[in-house]
């Protein structure tokens, strides 16, 4: 679904990112792991478009992509849950999941019901105002409009960060369900280390804005893994 080779970003004179390589598959979670200052962050913002890359090719669904910017991006299958979320404070849960309605045709302007079967307190919320929600609550909203777009490939940064631990459990079983319909690749940035452990099917680890190791889940040992990314 996505294919990176030689991707480089810069702001301003500052080169962040140096020559990153890596794919995402469908129906797979490639997760991106690294201390605080790597340039995960930056890497999510080069793909979606928020940022615009230096160079280097990026192929998304067999197509090689210009350096368009994020709401073609979005058009064109990709969703982004960034950290820190996003929501819109003023808007209602659901004015917050209709902002997603900017990518999809007039006759698919409805929310669907695998959203509230998925974050049931969104339905229950669906009139309050995303700035009166609990952190955990917008995490799940965030991740809801970014599932009202139907992406082909789901960004997420940092979706546990802030988060009670029975929020983090339900997150992780939703991106299990979205895995295992098989229709979008998801990357996944995550500090947490045992939670990104038990959902990726691949790792990507970076050090310095480069590519330290990656590898199918078979291919790293935990032991290994966890040392590339220890402080």
């Known amino acids: 679904m996505l294919s990176l080779d030689g ?20 129906g797979e979670v ?8 790597v340039g995960k962050t930056s ?16 192929i998304f669904d067999g197509q090689q992509i210009g350096k368009l910017p994020a709401h073609e991006m979005a058009q064109r299958g990709l969703a982004y849950v960034p950290q820190g979320r996003d ?8 004015e917050n999941l209709e902002t997603a309605y900017a990518c999809l045709p007039r006759s698919e302007h409805e929310i669907p019901g695998e959203v509230f079967e998925l974050f049931p307190i969104l339905k229950e919320f669906l009139h309050r105002r995303g ?12 991740i ?11 960004l997420l940064d ?7 631990p029975n929020i983090i459990q339900q997150i992780g079983r939703v991106i299990e369900y979205l895995r295992d319909r098989g229709d979008m690749a998801i990357i996944l940035v995550e500090q947490y280390f045992e939670f990104a452990y038990t959902l990726a099917d691949r790792f990507v680890v970076l ?11 078979g291919e790293i040992e935990k032991s290994a893994l966890m040392a590339e990314v220890s402080v």
């Open 43 to 58: 890497l999510m913002k080069a793909i979606s478009g928020t940022h615009a890359r230096s160079g280097g090719q990026v």
């Open 158 to 164: 940092e979706p546990t960060e802030g988060i009670q």
């Open 30 to 37: 490639t997760c991106v792991m690294g201390t605080n200052g």
């Open 131 to 142: 700035g009166d929600l609990s952190g955990g609550q917008q995490q799940q909203l965030a």
């Open 207 to 217: 050090r310095r804005g480069e590519v330290r190791a990656s590898g199918a889940r």
């Open 87 to 94: 929501i819109f404070p003023l808007l209602t849960v659901k």
């Open 144 to 154: 809801a409009r970014a599932m009202m777009t139907k992406p082909r490939l789901l």
């Open 7 to 26: 991707l480089t970003l810069h702001y301003g004179h500052s080169q962040i990112l140096h020559g990153i390589s890596m794919e995402a598959r469908l």
